[in-house]
């Protein structure tokens, strides 16, 4: 389980870097400020999310996530419920 939010935010960082292969990201931006947030990379951040924090998000979450923090709200969300 993460042990704090800044945990979850160094860890999403990570992976936001990889997948958007950007050197800097600011945590509360959403698909529209982000150039290279397309579908195939939306998939890849799912993907991604699931496996670095070992939980499966359902189809009506992965469509819900538009932003930034509502990733991260939805990973507590699933952490919570373990």
Partial sequence: MVGSK??????????????FQVEKIDLNFSMDEIPEWDSFKHYELIV?????????????DT???TSIPIIKSKILKYLNEK
Avoid: G, P, Q, S
Wanted: aromatic share 4%.
């Fill in 6 to 19: 800044t945990d979850l935010d160094v860890r999403l960082e990570k992976i936001l870097k990889e997948i």
């Fill in 63 to 65: 469509m819900a996530i």
């Fill in 48 to 60: 991604a999310v699931e496996n670095e924090f070992k939980i499966k998000l359902k189809i009506a």
